[in-house]
């Protein structure tokens, strides 16, 4: 199995790291996007390098996508590339997982009407105003959709995105 | 379960949330324990709140022992009470994880001798005088005894200790 995680310079660490760890452990291919190649550097600190561009993902080749927060969401939303592939994996029904900003992305991709979903605290009347049914929880699992509110809720968005590819 | 992590400030702040996000995800109950109490923060600036002082644990109210790298496990390891749990565990064969620098504490405990065990790579030696065998992989496995060298291990180091707790 093939994950597809998309973010930029500014990530949440704990964010981009934890469900990358979390999947690679259940021998998951983890593969990282961004618009431009080269490492990356969360808020943190951490640097990571970027497997691929935007423009050389087949978003067809993945069985979940998973959208870490940070100030990243900010600037990814502004690719038009990132948002049809978020399209893509809901028009498939595949799994997406999206913490805290991450969910600013999707909100920007226009596939929030109507679904239960969680986020950064301060981004929820943005997610309201999307659609969205807002929730605070740890995790709201939604269909295809897994959200998270920040970095202490890893442990159930990790969880719940290996439930996602065990179904 | 009960988990029992030991560290201070200068933590490695991906082995210090990773294992207790993973260990939580399976139910356990992870507790923090620290020379003083209060919050401490890591190398990356991520903060967490001490859940109890080390002369207040009870070692045998817990199932695994876990010990995070970073700057913290050279102060960690100049406390006798740390020393004195780490001991408790492998007298008790209980499961013990340590990651990167982590190991300083074991080496400093006396409890590595003939061992099979890995670490950070700048303190290998040590483990070797210590009388370890140093293996230079992402997770050894020994007995009650979990090693991996540094952050692009968790993955391994998280998938091992999870083993530990269900044999």
Same mark, same amino acid.
């Given at each position: 199995?093939?994950?597809?995680?998309?973010?930029?310079?500014?990530?949440?660490?704990?964010?981009?790291?934890?469900?990358?760890?979390?999947?690679?452990?259940?021998?998951?291919?983890?593969?990282?996007?961004?618009?431009?190649?080269?490492?990356?550097?969360?808020?943190?600190?951490?640097?990571?390098?970027?497997?691929?561009?935007?423009?050389?993902?087949?978003?067809?080749?993945?069985?979940?996508?998973?959208?870490?927060?940070?100030?990243?969401?900010?600037?990814?939303?502004?690719?038009?590339?990132?948002?049809?592939?978020?399209?893509?994996?809901? /028009?498939?029904?595949? #799994?997406?997982? $999206?913490?805290?900003?991450?969910?600013?992305?999707?909100?920007? $991709?226009?596939?929030?009407?109507?679904?239960? $979903?969680?986020?950064?605290?301060?981004?929820?009347?943005?997610?309201?105003?999307?659609?969205?049914?807002?929730?605070?929880?740890?995790?709201?699992?939604?269909?295809?959709?897994?959200?998270?509110?920040? #970095?202490?809720?890893?442990?159930?968005?990790? /969880?719940?995105?290996?439930?996602?590819?065990?179904?």
């Amino acid at each position: 199995m093939k994950a597809l995680m998309i973010s930029t310079d500014n990530f949440e660490d704990l964010e981009l790291f934890y469900p990358l760890h979390r999947l690679k452990e259940e021998g998951v291919t983890v593969e990282l996007a961004s618009k431009k190649g080269g490492p990356i550097t969360g808020k943190h600190g951490y640097s990571i390098g970027v497997d691929l561009t935007l423009d050389e993902v087949n978003p067809g080749e993945y069985d979940i996508l998973v959208l870490p927060g940070g100030r990243a969401p900010e600037k990814v939303r502004l690719e038009e590339r990132a948002l049809e592939i978020a399209r893509f994996f809901f /028009r498939e029904n595949k #799994p997406v997982g $999206a913490i805290c900003h991450g969910v600013q992305i999707l909100v920007s $991709a226009g596939v929030m009407e109507g679904r239960r $979903a969680t986020c950064y605290i301060g981004i929820r009347d943005d997610l309201k105003l999307a659609g969205a049914r807002y929730e605070d929880k740890e995790v709201v699992v939604d269909g295809n959709l897994v959200t998270s509110r920040n #970095p202490d809720d890893l442990y159930a968005f990790g /969880r719940e995105l290996v439930k996602k590819l065990q179904e």
